[in-house]
Each structure stands twice: as C-alpha cells, then as structure tokens.
C-alpha cells in the first residue's frame, strides 16, 4: 500500500451519497415489514476508543436505515460485534461473543449479524467466520463501514453472504455518528498507522496513516459544542504525526490551538502520542491553552535501548526522557501515563529493571501494562527469545507492584485541593455517587443528584485510592 496522494486518500463523496441513500430505502423497506414498530440494533464495541467512535458512525446508520438501538442483543433484529485484534486475548473474546449471537439466530432466523472492526481484516480471521461462522450475514474492515446500508439491504433481500475486505482504507466523511453522551464525544482526526512498532498489529488492520482535512474536522468540533458536548478527545493512532499528509500546513499543535478557540466551555484531550513526534510546540500548546486537559498519555513500552530498538520505536530512553522532563518543567500538574509491553521477546531481567527504574523516575499517574503477545503477520512474532510465561507473569506482577503505589501517591497529591469535575455518569458501584473526570484521567466519585450531569462542577478530593478518588461537590 503506498501513500498515494491527499484525493486518493478519500472515498468519493458520490459513493458515500449512493449508500445514504441506500440507507434511506433499507428504512422504507424497514417500515414495510415492521411498520410502527421499529427493529432494534444493537453494536458490542471491543478495544479501544478507536472502534468506540467506528461504533458511533455504524449507529448513526442504523438510525438512518430506521433501526432503533437497544442494549439487550435478544431483542434486536441487527446485531453488529465491533472487533479487535491487538492481542491475542481481544480476539478470542470476539469469537466468542460472535458465538453468542449464533443462539439469536438460531431462535430467529430473520436477525441479521455483521462482523467489523480489526479482527476481520486479517484473511485467517475472516477465513474462520466464512467457513465456521455461516450465521454472519457479512464482514466488513475498518475501511468499509460506509458500506453497512449496502450490506444490511443485501442481507435483508435474502442476497449471499458478504465479505468487504480488501483493506482499502480511505476517509469517508459525511458518514452520521449517534453519541450516547451528549457531553462526552470522541473526533477522530486522522486513521491509520505508520510506525510498524514490531509487536503491533494496527497498521495491518487499520492501513497507513491520513489525517482529515482541518475544515472538516474544526466543523465538526463546533457542531459537537453547540450540541452540548464538554470533553472531546482527538483520537488517532498516533495525534502527533496529525497533518503531515495534508499539505495545508496545519500541525497537530496548531489544529488543537485552532479548536480551542471555539466559543464554549469545553475540555479538549487526545489519544495516542508516539514519543518520537511529540514536538516542543505541542507541550507549549498544552501548557498555554485552558481548554487542553492537562494529561498527556505518551506510551514508552520499555525502559530498555535494546528492546526499544528491537520494538522499532525510534527513540531511546534518553530522548524519552527528555520529553517528560520538558512537560514535567512546562505543564504544571500535569498527569502523564504511559503503556508498557512486559516480556517483549529477547526481554532479559536487566531489560526489565531498566523498565521499572524508568517507571520510578517518571511516577505516572496511570501504566497500563500488557504482557506481549504475539500477533499473525508482524516481525516481533517471528523473533527469538520468547520470555517463558512464568517469568511473563511474575514481571507483570512485580511491575504492579512499583506502579500502584505511585499512582496511590500521585492520586494523593490532589487530597484536599479543589478540582474542576464534569460529572459524566451515575457511579457504577455506589448508588447516590456520580463519577467524573478533571484533567486527570482517574475517576472520581461524588455524592450528586443525575441533573448535575453533562456539568462542570467544583469538587474537593476528600479521599485518593489507587485507581480513583473520592470527593465532594463545593457549592
Ligand atoms: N502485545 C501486547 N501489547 C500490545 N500492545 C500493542 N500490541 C501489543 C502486543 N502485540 C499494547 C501497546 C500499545 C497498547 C495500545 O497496546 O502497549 O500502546
Ligand atoms: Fe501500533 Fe506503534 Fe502504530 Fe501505536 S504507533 S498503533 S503501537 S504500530
């Protein structure tokens, strides 16, 4: 796949047209079966917010087709499982909850199942739904869900089975979204990946990295802040290669400076940041613009040269380092938090000390750890040197031991002091609480009534745990 030029990087507009108005005569032929009685849909989402924000555009046309969406997937006539890929245990999830749905089917044979996400994209997996799965009515890549009325209104009219993936991957804008959250929304700004880390699977299932036009997405932004929406996270493989394909000489930096200028009150974050593109412009944005949370999420993997070379990172501990110590001095409070992958093959007990020495000297907030696993297709699985999985799991429980007490120390240094909250949901575990976020990403948890959400609200931290904290609203 090469990079091809900015035009060639979208779906034609023409096309994206025809399947909305496919979508529209799915709903008349909808209604002509059911009648007042809309089908329900129903989407299972696995992975990252990645696929959250796919699942968004996949409702918004279930909605244009006439579907109405229900939690409960017994009850649904238009089943979709959001797949993903990047380990092991993510897939064998998927096919299991694809499973599930054979029951459905086999109760009502009317029920239409289609499989997405990154799972599919790879031949072997789709080659297991063709021949093992023949409940599935179609599959359909990350690059083909503009495809979905098409594939429903094939379904429907008794038409084969369905496979689209052939892993063009483009933009199709103009494709409807429905958000649960009126406050809460996620905007992709570009897709796909560039950097062939060893061990990862996404720039096979997702393609090479193009970044939306800035108009488009600017328009967007404001579209979600007058409906109401008060934390936007940009989200891309990798935000900080944002605009290196566009040709209008606008940065990731200058695109948040630029949406952050949108009347209203809002809180902007962004999800993921390689470490070798995170600019000096980029903290000064963070570290000048109120509306940008103070959290910067900046995966390192390793603390070790040797396997970050092996990882094909292009950085060193060094350079990483550097990074933190600029937004540690430029961004006062900020919460940084990291991923990092344990067991990485050829990964020795001295490569792993130097992941944890790296650990105490930045103290994140929040480490999300993995142990590595080994995906079809990518360098890191051909590599010698598998860690054997006693040792995988011994490291990984020695690394939580290091990262849960800084992140219990780090949640503590907001004891007592007063932070801007919006209360975003009913808490899930304590009836009368509602969990929000401030800058931070670590829930908090306050005694308040539903009203106050979708809210900026002041709340004193009374209580830090590892994982969350506690407090209380200040009138
Ligand atoms: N094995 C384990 N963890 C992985 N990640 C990506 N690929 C793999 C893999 N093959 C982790 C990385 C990445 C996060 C989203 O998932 O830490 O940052
Ligand atoms: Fe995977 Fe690396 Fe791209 Fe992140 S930057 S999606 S880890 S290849």
Redesign the pocket.
Known sequence: MDKGTFNEKYVDDKIVLTELETAKKVALKIEEIYGADRPKYYINTLGCQQNEADSERIAGLCELMGYEYTDDPTSAKLIFVNTCAIREHAEIRAISVIGEYKHIKDEDPSVVIGVGGCMVTQGHRADKIKRGMPYVNFVFDTGAIYKIPELVQNALSGGKRRFETENDFKIAENIPAVRRDAHKAWLSIMYG?????S?????YV?GRERSRKSDDILKEAKLLIEGGAKDITLLG??VNSYGKDTGEGVDFADLMRKICRIDGDFRLRFM?S?PKDASDKLIEAMAEEDKIAKHFHL?V?SGSDGILKRM??HYDVEKYLSIIDKLKSSVKDVSITS?IIVAFPGETEDDFEKTLDLLKYVRYDAVFSFIYSPRVGTPAAKMDGAVPKEVSRERFARLMDVVNPISLERNGRFLGKTLRVLAEEPCKNVEGLLTGRADSPRPIHFPAGADVIGKFVDVKITKAETFSMNGEIIK
Do not use: E, L, S, W
């Open positions: 990946c560039n950097n062939f880390c061990y990862c699977i996404v720039p997702r493989q990798n993921t390689h995966p993997q094909n990172r991923d």
